[in-house]
């Protein structure tokens, strides 16, 4: 069911600045892309959306390939607190009904 | 105040044996999932709900049956408990919508011995 292609790891030196990537190629006109993260031993939580043009929040940027078949998720400073599983997402209607259909994500070290 | 809450946090229970897992949103949103994470830490949807009425079933064994008394609630009731069921479920909320965010609790874990 996963749409998106993600690399299974990555490692960052703190407060250095983190790009995740994510491919989409199969994304439809209407899916949005949304991202989340899976801090160790809790549930995933919403870091940000967009669907054509770059988003910023408090939390991170997020950059969409003109085309839509890629985003990189920005982390400017990675602190020992973005230590996580960062997912990307495809929300759109599919059936009838919409889902947030999870891939394996990319687990995000960051040393000290 | 805890947006999406779950009840237990840890369940440990014998095979064999019919337990219930409780949810519930104080967000006011119109949909309700299950996810469940296995072992390798993949997280796949079981189902979904709007209100209180089901969406999604993902394939799931007849053993699990979600119920939703109201659009605040949804329950996960689990027969015949087997070892495989043994996870972490997560239940989440959202809006409709491809835009929305969707709220996680923080998990279940269900260990079968």
């Known amino acids: 069911d996963a749409k998106t292609t993600q690399p299974n790891s990555m490692e960052s030196n703190e407060e250095e600045p983190v790009h995740l990537p994510c491919n989409h190629s199969?994304?439809?006109?209407?899916?949005?892309i949304h991202w989340y993260r899976q801090l160790p031993s809790q549930g995933p939580e919403y870091v940000i959306h967009g669907l054509t043009s770059n988003v910023n929040n408090r939390m991170a940027s997020l950059a969409i390939a003109e085309d839509r078949k890629s985003s990189t998720l920005i982390l400017h400073r990675a602190t020992l607190r973005d230590a996580a599983v960062y997912y990307c997402?495809?929300?759109?209607?599919?059936?009838?009904?919409?889902?947030?259909?999870f891939g394996t994500g990319t687990r995000l070290k960051v040393l000290a | 105040d805890t947006a999406v809450s779950q009840t237990p946090k840890y369940l440990v229970t014998q095979m064999g044996n019919d337990k219930s897992i409780k949810c519930e949103q104080n967000l006011g949103h119109d949909t309700m999932y299950w996810y469940k994470q296995d072992s390798k830490k993949f997280l796949k949807i079981m189902f979904s709900y709007n209100n209180k009425e089901l969406i999604i079933n993902e394939t799931v064994p007849n053993r699990f049956s979600p119920k939703s008394p109201d659009k605040a609630h949804l329950n996960l009731h689990i027969n015949s408990l087997e070892l495989g069921d043994s996870a972490v479920y997560f239940c989440?909320?959202?809006?409709?919508?491809?835009?929305?965010?969707?709220?996680f609790g923080q998990g279940t874990r269900l260990t079968v011995v």
């Open positions: 989440a909320s959202s809006p409709q919508g491809s835009a929305a965010e969707a709220f």
């Open positions: 997402i495809l929300r759109g209607l599919t059936s009838g009904t919409y889902k947030y259909i």
């Open positions: 199969t994304i439809s006109g209407t899916d949005y």
